[in-house]
Each structure stands twice: as structure tokens, then as C-alpha cells.
């Protein structure tokens, strides 16, 4: 039985459910003891905060301890720091990209950067609000400002947001200021005023065109350890809450899974190598009009509907553990119009 360890479980209990199912031996961790999906798992530890300096050191010892084969981690923060130790423990880390690929994907500035030299007509035009101050290269900046102008000026509606965040936390949809001032001296003083009045930090936000979408949809893929996309399922988001997928129902649409093949092999050009479970977000306006909004490299919140419209993640797992040949579905194997309505349920335990 392989025996896996799973980060910052939180709520999910359905993904370790998941993975009892496919016949593995759960192992889970998480800060807070009462986090639900601890207690559906095979065996549980309490574990420390990411930021913690002892955070890798401790997720060690419980692999070596408990003789763990794989481990993933389910929440953002602690993506880079599993990436950044790749190298110490590569057969268990296998499922996560190297270092690079996970800043760039966690850092929504370097994510909309890089990927915007990928595919520029995919991608929402976007600002560090620090390039706003910023005068180390007068000249870069002014055109990087220059070239978001240029695509914002005539919108109603901007988007600020953190350059790390998720959840939709401090996400203000705004005016175009751009509009509205002269020069950017007094529209950087606004910005600044702007954030001081919310206590936050202006260095780490960015601004981004507002994208008047018609659909939102997530995109579940999995990728072999060549970085080649073994199987993907995409759902449109009906409902949200707290940033995660309440209502949903898969959707097959040709130019996505057309478009995600197209820029998987420019990513493996540029070895830039996603692995494992893998998500994509788009903002869809039609299908010659969306924006790739997003990459997380983890099992997605809502994977469960991929899981249930049979596309099983879990056997590809399995494939490349046991080194086995892999069927390389796409999108040809789960099913479209499959609904997920998700409600709260209970259960008590005494004495924590």
C-alpha cells in the first residue's frame, strides 16, 4: 500500500476519501486539530505553521518516521517551501514542480509577467503598483506603464489584488483611476493614500485590466513526469464561497483543451515543467475571447467533481509509482454535464 502524506488537509475530506478508495494509507497534517479531513485519514499529526523555521524539518521526520512514499501538499504557502526541498527528498516530492515553476505560478506579478511573453492575448493585462514609484530603470518602467495604459484606457473598471492572496481576500474592484489624473505622480499619491486608509502594504498588489467575463472555469490536469498532459476536466464554477467552488458542472470545450495542449508544449520548450495535479483558471468571455487567470499546482478545491465525472487522478498516481504505462485520456474520459452541490455537514468527537 503506498502511503501518503497530506499538508494542510483543512476541510477536504473528500479528496482523502479519494485516496483511501484508490488504495492508499493517508497520513495527514495539519495546524489546527480541528480540521475535519484529520479525522477521516488513516493516521494524523498536528503540524507546524509554514513560516516556521522548523516547518521542513518536521515534515521529515513524520515521512521518515512513517515511512511515507509520496506527499502533497493542498494550500499555497507551503508550495515553494515543499518545491525549494525538492532535491532532498525527490521520489517523495516527485508530484511538485521544481522551485521556479512554483514562485512564478504563487507570485501573481511573475506569473502574469512570464506567461504574458507565452501568450499575450491570453493573458490580463497587469501592473505591480510598486513600478509606479519604482525609478531604478526609469526607462523600463515607463514603458511597462506605458504598455498597460495603453490596454486599460478606455475601461470603466480595474482590479487590484494581492500579488500573493487567495480566497478573493483584499480583491478590490475599482474605477479607472487612470481616467481620472493628469499625471501619475498624483495618481500614485492617491493609490498610496488609498492603501494607507486600508493598512496594507502598495508594494505587494498588482492592478489588472477588469475582465467582464461571461463563464469561470477551472481546469483539473495531470501531468506525467515529462510534463505531458496525461488527463484534464473542466468545470464551470456556478457558485462561490470563500473563494471555493460550492456549485459546478462540467463543461468539454474544444478550444480550451486545445489551448492548454498548445501551451503545455511551449512550457516543456521553455522547461518550465508542471507535474502531477494541476489546475488552470479561466475567465471566459467566448471562445475568442479568454483569459488564463490563473495556475495552481496542487489538487484543485473542486477536484471532486473531476473525480466524479471519471477522471480518476489517482490511477495515474499509482502508474508512475509503480512505473507503469500511463493512458493518456485528455479529455476523452470524463463526463460533461456532471452537477456538484456541495452542503455543510457534521460530526462531534470529544476531547481533542
Same mark, same amino acid.
Given at each position: 500500500? !503506498?502511503k501518503v502524506l497530506?499538508?494542510?488537509?483543512?476541510r477536504?475530506?473528500?479528496?482523502?476519501?479519494?485516496?483511501?478508495e484508490?488504495g492508499?494509507?493517508?497520513?495527514s497534517?495539519?495546524?489546527?486539530?480541528t480540521?475535519?479531513?484529520?479525522?477521516? %485519514?488513516?493516521?494524523f499529526?498536528?503540524?507546524?505553521?509554514?513560516?516556521?523555521?522548523?516547518f521542513? %524539518?518536521?515534515?521529515?521526520?513524520?515521512?521518515?518516521?512513517?515511512?511515507?512514499?509520496l506527499a502533497?501538499?493542498l494550500?499555497?504557502?507551503?508550495?515553494?517551501?515543499?518545491?525549494?526541498?525538492?532535491?532532498k527528498?525527490?521520489?517523495?516530492?516527485?508530484?511538485?514542480p521544481?522551485?521556479?515553476?512554483?514562485?512564478?505560478?504563487y507570485n501573481?506579478f511573475?506569473?502574469?509577467?512570464?506567461?504574458?511573453?507565452?501568450?499575450?492575448?491570453n493573458?490580463?493585462p497587469?501592473?505591480?503598483?510598486?513600478d509606479?514609484i519604482?525609478?531604478?530603470d526609469?526607462?523600463?518602467r515607463?514603458?511597462?506603464?506605458d504598455?498597460f495604459?495603453?490596454?486599460?484606457?478606455?475601461?470603466?473598471?480595474?482590479?487590484?489584488?494581492?500579488?500573493?492572496?487567495?480566497?478573493?481576500?483584499d480583491f478590490?474592484?475599482?474605477?479607472?483611476?487612470?481616467?481620472?489624473?493628469?499625471?501619475?505622480?498624483?495618481?500614485?499619491?492617491?493609490?498610496?493614500?488609498?492603501f494607507e !486608509?486600508?493598512?496594507l502594504d502598495f508594494?505587494?498588489?498588482?492592478i489588472?485590466?477588469?475582465?467582464?467575463?461571461?463563464?469561470?472555469v477551472t481546469?483539473?490536469?495531470?501531468?506525467d513526469i515529462?510534463s505531458?498532459?496525461?488527463?484534464?476536466?473542466?468545470?464551470?464554477?456556478?457558485?462561490?464561497?470563500a473563494?471555493e467552488?460550492e456549485?459546478?458542472?462540467?463543461?468539454?470545450?474544444?478550444?480550451?483543451?486545445?489551448?492548454? *495542449?498548445y501551451?503545455?508544449?511551449?512550457?516543456?520548450?521553455?522547461d518550465f515543467?508542471l507535474?502531477?495535479?494541476?489546475?488552470f483558471?479561466?475567465?471566459i468571455?467566448?471562445? $475568442?475571447?479568454?483569459y488564463?487567470?490563473? !495556475?495552481?499546482?496542487?489538487?484543485?478545491?473542486?477536484y471532486?467533481?473531476?473525480?466524479?465525472?471519471?477522471? $480518476?487522478?489517482?490511477e495515474?498516481?499509482? $502508474? !508512475?509509482?509503480?512505473?507503469?504505462?500511463l493512458?493518456?485520456?485528455l479529455? %476523452?474520459?470524463y463526463?460533461e454535464?456532471?452537477?456538484m *452541490?456541495?452542503?455543510?455537514? %457534521?460530526?462531534?468527537?470529544? $476531547?481533542?
Open positions: 500500500m !503506498i497530506l499538508s494542510g488537509v483543512g477536504r475530506v473528500e479528496l482523502v476519501n479519494f485516496f483511501k484508490n492508499f494509507f493517508i497520513v497534517l495539519d495546524i489546527d486539530l480540521s475535519p479531513a484529520l479525522y477521516f %485519514s488513516h493516521k499529526y498536528k503540524n507546524l505553521k509554514f513560516d516556521n523555521q522548523n521542513i %524539518s518536521n515534515i521529515i521526520n513524520i515521512i521518515n518516521n512513517e515511512s511515507i512514499d502533497f501538499s494550500i499555497d504557502p507551503e508550495l515553494p517551501i515543499f518545491a525549494k526541498n525538492k532535491e527528498l525527490e521520489d517523495i516530492f516527485r508530484f511538485f521544481n522551485y521556479d515553476v512554483v514562485n512564478i505560478t501573481k511573475l506569473f502574469f509577467e512570464y506567461f504574458n511573453k507565452l501568450a499575450k492575448s493573458i490580463i497587469t501592473l505591480f503598483l510598486n509606479l519604482e525609478i531604478e526609469e526607462k523600463n515607463k514603458l511597462k506603464i504598455n495604459i495603453n490596454c486599460i484606457i478606455d475601461d470603466d473598471f480595474l482590479v487590484i489584488k494581492p500579488i500573493w492572496g487567495s480566497s478573493s481576500k478590490f474592484k475599482i474605477k479607472n483611476i487612470f481616467k481620472h489624473f493628469d499625471n501619475l505622480q498624483d495618481l500614485t499619491k492617491y493609490l498610496i493614500n488609498f !486608509i486600508l493598512n508594494r505587494k498588489f498588482i489588472q485590466k477588469y475582465i467582464d467575463y461571461n463563464e469561470e481546469v483539473d490536469i495531470f501531468y515529462d505531458k498532459v496525461v488527463e484534464l476536466c473542466q468545470r464551470k464554477r456556478l457558485k462561490v464561497r473563494g467552488v456549485r459546478a458542472v462540467t463543461v468539454k470545450y474544444l478550444f480550451l483543451t486545445n489551448f492548454i *495542449l501551451l503545455s508544449d511551449i512550457l516543456i520548450k521553455n515543467k507535474v502531477g495535479p494541476v489546475n483558471q479561466f475567465l468571455k467566448d471562445e $475568442n475571447e479568454f488564463l487567470s490563473e !495556475i495552481n499546482t496542487r489538487f484543485g478545491g473542486g471532486p467533481l473531476s473525480y466524479y465525472s471519471k477522471a $480518476n487522478f489517482f495515474h498516481i499509482k $502508474n !508512475i509509482f509503480y512505473n507503469k504505462n493512458n493518456y485520456f479529455d %476523452s474520459r463526463k454535464n456532471i452537477y *452541490l456541495r452542503y455543510d455537514s %457534521s460530526f462531534v468527537i470529544e $476531547n481533542l
